[in-house]
C-alpha cells in the first residue's frame, strides 16, 4: 500500500525531477518513521489524506503555478512542432529543387559523369523533423498528463 501511495504522490507532482525525488524521500521517511514508532499503515494513510491533496499541498508549500508550468510545456511543444514542421517544409523544398538523377548542371542530355558521396542533407532534415515531431507529442502528453 505504501508503495502504491509513493507512486500515485509521484504522477500527481508536477515538480522538476530533483525535487520530485527530495518530495518521494521524505515520504519514505515518513512511512519509515511510523513503522519505527508503530504506527500502522492505514494510519499513515489517513493522516496523510489522498496522494493528490498530499501532492497539491507539497506544490503549494514549494510555490508551484501548475497554470505556468503547463502554459510552459505547451509553449516548448509548440517550439518543437514548429521546428518540425520548418524542417521538413525545408525537406519539401530540396527535394522540389532536387535535379534528376544522372543530371550534373542542368545538362540538356545524360552524361556520363556520377558525382559520388557526401552527407544528403534531406536525411538530417528528416530526422530531425521526427525528432521535433516526437518531441512535440511527447511534451503535449506530459503537460496534459501533468495538468
Do not use: C, N
Request: aromatic share 6%; hydrophobic share 50%.
Amino acid at each position: 500500500m505504501e508503495e502504491q501511495y509513493i507512486k500515485a504522490v509521484e504522477r500527481a507532482l508536477a515538480l522538476p525531477r530533483r525535487k520530485r525525488r527530495e518530495v518521494l524521500d521524505d515520504l519514505r521517511e515518513i512511512f519509515a518513521s511510523a513503522r519505527e514508532h508503530g504506527e500502522p499503515e492505514a494510519a499513515v494513510l489517513e493522516r496523510l489524506g489522498p496522494p493528490e491533496d498530499f501532492a497539491s499541498g507539497v506544490e503549494e508549500q514549494l510555490g508551484v503555478d501548475r497554470s505556468r508550468l503547463f502554459r510552459r510545456r505547451l509553449v516548448l511543444a509548440g517550439a518543437a512542432a514548429a521546428l518540425a514542421a520548418a524542417a521538413w517544409g525545408l525537406l519539401a523544398w530540396i527535394g522540389a529543387r532536387r535535379l534528376p538523377e544522372g543530371v550534373i548542371g542542368q545538362a540538356d542530355a545524360m552524361t556520363a559523369i556520377q558525382v559520388r558521396g557526401g552527407l544528403d542533407p534531406a536525411w538530417i532534415l528528416a530526422g530531425l523533423g521526427t525528432a521535433a515531431i516526437l518531441a512535440a507529442a511527447w511534451l503535449t502528453v506530459r503537460a496534459v498528463r501533468r495538468r
